[in-house]
């Protein structure tokens, strides 16, 4: 695993194709709710504020698989939150931000719910690459942060809007702790691993 860190935003436009590819391909809050380049901008403003915070992670230098993991309190300031939604608006289609936020009219965040645990591993973003898709890219991704979890006696936690990726993170050791069914008739499925020892 890879910290992808100093990169330009070419590159981070690429990676957000990728993900725009992966959650488009899937029914879920992108797909119902946003077109490819909507997607791409959402992607690109989110992943650029990880990869100013040196969360963004990939599988290897060929870059198969990628994910955004850090521990509570060690993920984007609510400032750069907040500056996050400017952009949305700034650089997304009126329409596609209309329908993003009435996709989630309904979803409580996922950190909610364990708001009073002292600690905890949060799984933030997670996308395969579609042309390594079925090749394990998935159990190396959770790997680290799994690693982490269990070192520290830690759960971790991530939420999920496709039924398909909640089979795959079930198939890697996670529950479901909640399955939350949204107003626009979307599942949001809050998953949690329990530490195990090592």
Same mark, same amino acid.
């Given at each position: ?20 590819? %992966? ?6 809050? &992108?797909?119902? %709710? ?5 997607? @791409? ?6 992943l ?5 915070? /040196? ?12 994910? @955004?993991?850090?521990?509570? /309190? ?17 650089y ?10 009435? %996709? ?18 949060? &799984? ?5 690459r579609?042309?390594?898709q ?41 529950? &479901? ?6 107003? %626009? ?14």
């Open positions: 695993m890879i910290v992808l860190k100093d990169i330009d935003d070419r590159h981070i436009r690429e990676i957000a194709g990728a993900f725009a590819d %992966s959650f488009l391909a899937e029914e879920g809050v &992108v797909s119902w %709710s946003l077109d490819y380049d909507d997607a @791409v901008q959402y992607f690109y403003h989110t650029k504020e990880f990869v100013r915070c /040196g969360r963004l992670f990939a599988t290897s230098e060929q870059e198969e698989g990628f994910i @955004v993991w850090y521990r509570k /309190g060690h993920g984007l300031p609510w400032y750069r939150e907040l500056l996050l939604t400017v952009k949305y608006m700034m997304m289609s009126l329409e596609g931000v209309q329908k993003m936020i009435l %996709s989630r009219n309904g979803w409580t965040d996922y950190t909610m719910s364990h708001q009073f645990d002292r600690d905890y591993v949060d &799984v933030c973003l997670v996308c395969v579609r042309e390594y079925h090749q394990g890219i998935l159990k190396q991704l959770l790997q680290q942060p799994f690693q982490e979890a269990d070192e520290n006696g830690l759960i971790t936690i991530l939420d999920t809007d496709a039924g398909i990726k909640m089979k795959k993170y079930e198939h890697e050791g996670m529950q &479901v702790e909640k399955d939350a069914v949204l107003k %626009s008739g979307i599942h949001m499925y809050t998953m949690i691993r329990r530490e195990r020892k090592i």
